[in-house]
């Protein structure tokens, strides 16, 4: 089963001890063949929408900072229990905030 865990920005900035440990995490991640993708995303985006036969873009951004998606990662995991305990286990790294788990459908 593949999850999408995505976590929001938040106002505290990264220290050394946390980049440390988040290496780690993620080390540990992908050696066990867990970890898909894994990356941070801009802070703007694009929107694009569609009406009818009307596409629109529009540059971003279009929601408060402490509401945007700061950062993802794609796991493989045998359930839904693994992958809730793999975000548990991040949140306990990077501290307060969000993070939303999703499973992704397909092949």
Known sequence: MRYLM???????????????????????LSAAGVLLATGGLEP??????????????????FAE???AVAG?????VRSKEEAIELARRFRRIVGDG????QQVFGP
């Open 44 to 61: 703007g985006g694009i929107l694009v929408t569609s009406s009818g036969d009307e596409i629109t873009v529009t540059d971003g951004p």
């Open 98 to 101: 969000e993070s939303v788990v």
């Open 6 to 28: 995505t976590t929001k920005a938040t106002d505290t900035a990264p220290d050394e001890a946390l980049f440390a440990e988040m290496g780690r995490f993620i080390e540990e």
């Open 65 to 67: 900072a402490k509401e």
């Open 72 to 76: 993802f990662a794609l796991i493989e």
